[in-house]
């Protein structure tokens, strides 16, 4: 069968050199497999290796893994060729869109210049190398670090599942160098969310609100529907990535999420505000797709939060407030509730019906 043939290969000693001539398989750009001639140094002439008998040694060891019956030619194929190739077109077919743009640019970034190593001769020693390098030239966190290590493993258990290698995953024991420490999140505190809500114009004020008090993702925010709202909690279904309807990131996450009192209250001025839809999208832009919040937040909300004395964390660090320990996830205390409501009506009437222009009610910040 071809590229599981044995061989010996030609053992010949040129100057203070032993060197191999053997063949061995070679994928191609059309996907054909041809056999070509190849030379390998083996060693030097001297103590270590200095006969014949001793360059044979080496030899055999060198051409074992070209020889072992469970070698195909596909595994000479590079790393580049079969991560662009094969991995991340299955990647994108098979994952959320999300997931295949994070892993492209992961692969673009750190891997892609160090790709030309063959699947074969790939060992968990090139792994932790590369590893090494990344997290010396990148400065990067551990986190990051680990990502990297995972989206490598899983190409390589690809390529066993599908019969391109027939070894061990060579990234199952590579050791992860240190990286930076990740940086500390910002769970916002009750006193700050008041000072944004009470600064905030509408609807800027209720996304906010929607996503300090329902815990649910920026991109979840952006699939809430009105058709999943009963006024006592919100189901989730749908979250938007960029463009992408994708269903939410886990099993838990589709799931009816409590709407506390002020919430409730403001999601109905909202509604009233947006002319009493009964479906669609809760926070849509003016072309009727989900609202850009990054974009709201870049226009309207770090403005207004800054001039308020607030600094502004993300979205991620907002939803946070939901998990902190003084507030389960997902849920929040009706007595903070009752307080915030409180806090929100001295000397805020009017300002949930100014600036009616900006965010859901006609801001292009928002498209």
Avoid at 333 to 355: I, P, T, Y
Wanted: glycine residues 8%; positive net charge.
């Amino acid at each position: 069968m071809k590229g599981t043939r044995h061989q010996e290969g030609y053992l010949y000693r040129k100057g203070s050199l032993w060197l191999l001539r053997y063949y061995d398989s070679e994928f191609t750009a059309d996907g054909s497999v041809r056999r070509v001639q190849k030379t390998k140094k083996l060693a030097e002439v001297g103590p270590e290796c200095p006969n014949k008998t001793a360059a044979r040694d080496l030899a055999r060891e060198f051409l074992e893994t070209i020889n072992h019956a469970r070698k195909t030619p596909e595994s000479t194929m590079t790393l580049t060729r079969f991560i662009e190739d094969l991995y991340l077109p299955f990647v994108e077919e098979r994952k959320r869109i999300s997931t295949f743009h994070g892993y492209r640019n992961m692969w673009k970034l750190y891997l892609k210049p160090r790709g030309e190593i063959t699947l074969r001769d790939f060992r968990t020693a090139d792994g932790e190398r590369i590893l090494e390098s990344i997290a010396k030239e990148g400065k990067l966190t551990s986190t990051t670090l680990a990502h990297i290590k995972a989206f490598l493993s899983g190409g390589f258990r690809y390529a066993k599942r599908k019969g391109v290698i027939n070894s061990e995953n060579p990234m199952r024991d590579v050791v992860l160098p240190l990286g930076k420490p990740p940086g500390e999140t910002h769970a916002y505190s009750l006193e700050e969310i008041t000072q944004m809500l009470n600064v905030l114009p509408e609807p800027a004020a209720t996304i906010v609100a929607a996503a300090a008090f329902t815990g649910a993702r920026k991109s979840e925010v952006r699939g809430f529907l009105w058709e999943n709202y009963d006024r006592e909690q919100i189901y989730i279904s749908q979250s938007f990535w960029r463009g992408h309807a994708l269903e939410p990131k886990t099993r838990k996450s589709k799931a009816p999420v409590p709407v506390v009192a002020q919430l409730a209250q403001r999601l109905e001025l909202h509604r009233s505000l947006s002319g009493n839809p009964a479906n669609g999208f809760m926070f849509p832009s003016p072309a009727g797709k989900p609202v850009n919040m990054d974009a709201l937040a870049r226009d309207v909300v770090v403005p207004l939060a800054t001039k308020a004395g607030v600094q502004w964390h993300g979205w991620h660090d907002l939803s946070s407030r939901a998990c902190n320990k003084s507030v389960p996830a997902r849920r929040i205390r009706q007595d903070d509730s009752k307080d915030l409501a409180a806090r929100e009506c001295r000397g805020n009437a009017g300002l949930l019906h100014q600036n009616r222009g900006l965010g859901c009610h006609g801001s292009d910040a928002t498209i």
